[in-house]
């Protein structure tokens, strides 16, 4: 199974400032890297995805950045809020199955 | 409306118990999956589904035995119940698999003492 590493495991952040964790992928046959939040006591729910042919995509003040000859994508939270802490995984999509990365526990504090 | 249901919410149970997890959505999705959720966070794909058609097995124990009687469930059913089994046990659907994105239920708690 391939693997996906996720960086940091924990990330304490003031409110307003930039959250990022950074994955890194071994394999170049994947083809779509979503990333998942998960507040506690609830299922993941997809927050935003890029596919390998885009460098950056922006919704709101999520950015998935994406580094295709570095085998990296990073997820940037920008003025980040109380309310953005949860956990937070990367995946890598290969054919039919997600890998997830091991997660990324975000506190942001007041 | 409940998107990707699971019952029960919390199982605890003794070691070697015999347990069934249900899952069921209302998305009209074709393919269904199980995901396994440890102490640590590590969130693992365990079996998937497409049409009730088993696609995606994931080294998992035969004590774990899934099954689809039709595309809006996916049932768990784990035999002789280990210690190492406590974790959440999540459901998820999507339209399709690949690009498509991945709605979770909220989980099954199963703590075996």
């Known amino acids: 199974q391939q693997q996906v590493k996720q960086s940091p495991q924990s990330l304490i952040v003031q409110k307003g400032g930039i959250s990022i964790i950074n994955c890194a992928y071994e394999n170049t046959a994947f083809d779509y890297f979503p990333w998942y939040q998960q507040f506690p006591g609830k299922g993941p729910a997809l927050l935003i995805a890029?596919?390998?042919?885009?460098s950056e995509k922006k919704e709101g003040r999520f950015t998935i950045s994406f580094n295709k000859s570095a085998k990296q994508f990073s997820l940037h939270i920008m003025d980040s809020q109380p309310g953005d802490s949860a956990t937070y995984f990367c995946a890598i999509n290969a054919g039919n199955m997600l890998t997830f990365g091991g997660g990324t526990r975000l506190m942001v504090k007041p | 409306d409940t998107a990707v249901s699971q019952t029960p919410k919390y199982l605890v149970t003794q070691m070697g118990n015999d347990k069934s997890i249900k899952c069921e959505q209302n998305l009209g999705h074709d393919t269904m999956y199980w995901y396994k959720q440890d102490s640590k966070k590590f969130l693992k794909i365990m079996f998937s589904?497409?049409?009730?058609?088993?696609?995606i097995n994931e080294t998992v124990p035969n004590r774990f035995s899934p099954k689809s009687p039709d595309k809006a469930h996916l049932n768990l059913h784990i035999n002789s119940l280990e210690l190492g089994d406590s974790a959440v046990y999540f459901c998820a659907s999507s339209l399709g698999s690949g690009r498509a994105t991945q709605y979770f239920g909220p989980g099954t708690r199963l703590l075996v003492l």
């Open positions: 890029i596919r390998p042919d885009v």
């Open positions: 589904y497409n049409n009730k058609e088993l696609i």
